[in-house]
């Protein structure tokens, strides 16, 4: 096949095709109109929701620590309840912590009582040394024992206090409201 001859069958085949598209009417002119029913739309509050996965936490977080060191005799919650301030929370095995009070009120009546003794051995001295039957060193020693004697009953209402402050730190409580840690939504 020559040049010529594939000239000619492509413009033959232009041809053909332009006079098959002339023929043709506009498919646009034809198409029906639809006609669409409309509504107009008035505003209106509406609430949507869309579920989110989440993690709550409380807007203060409280760690509870026992003051004293002991073993923990009951536990009086249940993890994620919510609890309330004062609500006994722990307990811890006050055992140790008796036995300390009654200690130290033991010394304490031990105190008291040698005071007792050092104020009558001052108070007899004085006369004494008022009849010159003792001399002033016996009196003054006699004093420094009677004051002496005062401190210690301090100091071992001091320790008797501290006993008992203890023995209350083994109930652990809840120092404020609160619950539910944390809650997934």
């Not at 009546?109 to 007899?124: F, G, I, M, P, R």
């Amino acid at each position: 096949m020559s040049k010529l001859h594939l000239f000619i069958c492509m413009v033959a085949i232009m041809a053909v095709g332009l006079f098959a598209s002339c023929g043709k009417k506009n498919k646009n002119a034809e198409m029906p109109q639809i006609k669409y029913e409309t509504k107009v739309l008035k505003p209106e509050p509406r609430t949507y929701s869309i579920p989110f996965p989440a993690t709550l936490e409380g807007t203060s977080e409280v760690k509870v620590y026992p003051q004293v060191e002991g073993i923990i005799k009951t536990k009086n919650f249940t993890n994620g309840t919510r609890v309330h301030k004062g609500q006994t929370l722990f307990i811890i095995d006050p055992t140790e912590y008796r036995l300390s009070v009654q200690s130290a009120e033991a010394d304490l009546s031990v105190a008291k009582a040698k005071l007792e003794t050092c104020k009558l051995q001052y108070e007899s001295n004085q006369q004494l040394y008022a009849k010159k039957v003792i001399s002033d060193y016996v009196l003054k020693t006699s004093l420094n024992d009677y004051n002496s004697a005062k401190a210690y009953v301090q100091q071992a209402e001091a320790q008797l206090n501290i006993a008992k402050t203890n023995l209350g730190y083994c109930t652990v409580t809840s120092p404020l409201n609160g619950g539910h840690r944390q809650q997934r939504l």
